[in-house]
């Protein structure tokens, strides 16, 4: 997510990605996009600075044998067709593969896509010998990935690439690809998950529009925080969270705070729990630390 000079902001399928793993995640992306835009990194909320997870070792290194994976599909892709398209990473990087596109290029790698006010980087981009605005060609997404079998939000990235091409073609791609980790390649109808896909981005674009810095979401009502665990826990140990209970439910939450109990503490000194929503006391003992 980038602010742009006129007060917009550009978006890509990793905001989508974000949104996907609760409004605390969606809320701390925008709100550092905010903050960037005026020069600060990290914002205090509450006397706790919110920032992204620091970086971890483990993570780097996958991230670097996923660059490697995409290096040498790009090898085997440049021996099976020396025409293949480049595109550098620049501020002609649109115009460039747009003209790539317009050409016929049989594979174009690093395409950028835009569909304003969404953009994205496709991995590789294959030409299809059937019709469209560009004239008897077009393209499909593919994406390298190391995991070894597709998962949900690969397909909501390459459901975004589509509907990119369809805004840079007058075509939306039949179909989009995946090179796993094993080598192995899969496809999918762009069809079967198009209706989620838009549904999930009008709840997206939603969200944005109603943003407000005050406005922030409650962390313990998310399942997961994506890149914001660290700031999610900080806030929630804060509040000393009922969330902070080993595997209490959101319904449990809602619950017990409908009854007037907020915090870890109040639960562990009730007498009695109001019925239907007793604690054990091995509940209680598995408290995070």
């Known amino acids: 997510m980038r602010r742009l000079p006129d007060g917009s902001f550009r978006y890509s399928p990793t905001d989508l990605i974000a949104f996907l793993e609760g409004d605390f995640a969606a809320w701390c992306e925008r709100n550092r996009a905010e903050h960037h ?58 115009d460039r593969t747009r003209a790539a596109m317009q050409a016929g290029a049989p594979i174009i790698f690093q395409g950028e896509l835009r569909a304003e006010p969404w953009m994205g980087i496709a991995d590789f981009l294959h030409r299809v010998d059937a019709p469209s605005t560009l004239g008897r060609h077009h393209y499909e ?63 997206f674009e ?43 439910s959101r319904s449990q939450i809602v619950r017990l705070r409908d009854a007037g109990i907020d915090t870890v503490a109040q639960l562990a000194h009730l007498d009695a729990a109001p019925a239907g929503l007793r604690m054990t006391a091995a509940s209680l003992a598995t408290l995070r630390d």
């Open 206 to 248: 939603d969200f944005q529009a109603r943003w407000t810095v005050d406005d922030l979401p409650d962390p313990a009502l998310d399942r997961t925080h994506g890149r914001w665990a660290e700031s999610a826990s900080a806030l929630l140990e804060h509040v000393d969270d009922l969330s902070l209970i080993a595997g209490i």
């Open 37 to 94: 835009s005026r020069g600060r990194g990290r914002e205090a909320l509450g006397g706790r600075v919110l920032a992204p997870d620091a970086k971890d070792g483990e993570l780097e290194l996958v991230a670097r044998r996923g660059l490697a994976h995409e290096a040498e599909q790009l090898a085997r892709l440049k021996t099976r067709e020396p025409a293949l398209v480049e595109i550098p990473r620049d501020d002609m990087a649109l």
């Open 141 to 203: 997404p593919w994406d390298t990935k190391l995991a070894r079998s597709p998962k949900p939000y690969f397909l909501l990235q390459l459901a975004a690439y589509a509907e990119m091409l369809e805004s840079m073609q007058g075509l939306r791609p039949e179909r989009f690809g995946f090179v796993l980790g094993d080598g192995s390649e899969v496809t999918f109808r762009t069809a079967d998950v198009w209706h989620y896909y838009r549904r999930l981005k009008r709840s």
